[in-house]
């Protein structure tokens, strides 16, 4: 297993499973392999609508002898409608209730926007609320809370750019020791990287196999530059974009619910890229989200600021 280092020395296993999409009645399954198959990593958020069946996989695989707690590495994120300071605690407790977990390994603020408590996805500008009404830095002091009092061992951002970081470090007690961002090779991302490994901020791919989006000729699985080289390596493609997040130093959460997929997925660490590959796997960049944060452009947030 290859891990990535955080900030607070807390080791992250370089693949993880993703659940969003993993719907309840498949979710179940897909964690039991995953374990089985060696993955530690499990990224969760209440609003997947799948904790309590996660959680009943972690408790099964733990009280089956499949794996120990502490080898475990379990991540889950704060809801939008959350950010109010005194509501981040009660959120987390709802999340560790779903997980069946005393405490997560990280815990992710998702979103850079605010919503009005209640909404699950804004509908109308109202159920937003604007950072200067509610900044993140007041979100952030109750995640400093929950590191504090032992309920999540790391905490860290998803969704943050160079702007919104750079903010909350200077107002931090804590910097954060994960920011979690769109990453394949259609959306590299390599600033935000940087400045993010600058700062001891390490970085999770989320989407980074294209999230089984296409959009034209947007297909990554089917890339032929990908393509030839998973050729040559007797890899397949997920594999190439793998191996390359593991050669940038950038933690991967692919999900699936598949099992030939999850260990196809996971073998990637078995692969390396070279200079050549890494260099052809550059020129992909075209700057394309897949999660383009659309439904939160409401009221004072744009796709362009949300980002930011
Ligand atoms: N922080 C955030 O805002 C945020 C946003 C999006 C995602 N995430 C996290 O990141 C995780 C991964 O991102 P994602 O789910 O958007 O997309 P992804 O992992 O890039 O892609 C998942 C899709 O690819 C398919 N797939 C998986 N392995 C494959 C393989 N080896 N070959 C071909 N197809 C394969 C899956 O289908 P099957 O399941 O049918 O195999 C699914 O349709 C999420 O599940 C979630 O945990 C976080």
Redesign the pocket.
């Known amino acids: 297993m290859k891990y990535v280092k955080l900030n607070d020395e807390v080791r992250v296993p370089v693949i993880g499973l993703?659940?969003?999409?993993?719907n309840p009645g498949e979710v179940y399954q897909a964690i039991r392999w995953a374990i089985k198959l060696g993955y530690q990593h499990i990224?969760c958020?209440p609003i997947y609508g799948n904790e309590k069946e996660i959680g009943q996989a972690l408790h099964d695989a733990m009280s089956e002898g499949d794996i120990r707690r502490e080898d475990l590495f379990v991540v889950s994120?704060l809801w939008n409608d959350s950010h109010a300071e005194e509501d981040v605690l009660p959120a987390l407790q709802q999340t560790l209730n779903d997980l069946q977990l005393d405490y997560l390994d990280l815990y992710l603020v998702?979103?850079p926007v605010a919503q009005r408590k209640g909404t699950v996805l804004p509908e109308v500008a109202e159920d937003m609320i604007s950072l200067r009404e509610l900044p993140l830095e007041i979100t952030w002091a109750g995640m400093e809370q929950a590191q504090k009092k032992g309920l999540a061992k790391s905490i860290g951002v998803?969704?943050f750019g160079q702007k919104n970081l750079q903010n909350l470090i200077e107002k931090a007690e804590i910097v954060p020791a994960m920011n979690?961002i769109?990453n394949?090779p259609l959306l590299q991302q390599n600033d935000l990287i940087d400045f993010c490994h600058k700062n001891m901020i390490a970085v999770t791919a989320?989407?980074?196999?294209?999230?089984?989006m296409h959009d034209g000729d947007r297909n990554l699985?089917e890339n032929p530059v990908l393509k030839e080289i998973a050729d040559r390596l007797n890899a397949?493609t997920?594999q190439v974009m793998l191996a390359w997040q593991i050669a940038r130093g950038v933690v991967s959460?692919?999900?699936?619910?598949?099992m030939e997929?999850i260990k196809?997925?996971f073998a990637a660490q078995n692969f390396e890229l070279d200079d050549e590959d890494m260099k052809k796997i550059a020129s992909l960049d075209e700057g394309y989200r897949f999660?383009d944060g659309s439904a939160f452009a409401k009221g004072d947030y744009s796709t362009g600021s949300i980002f930011a």
């Open positions: 993703g659940t969003w999409k993993a990224d958020a994120k998702h979103w998803s969704n979690q769109e394949h989320y989407s980074p196999l294209g999230s089984g699985i397949t997920a959460i692919p999900k699936s619910i598949h997929r196809e997925n999660v």
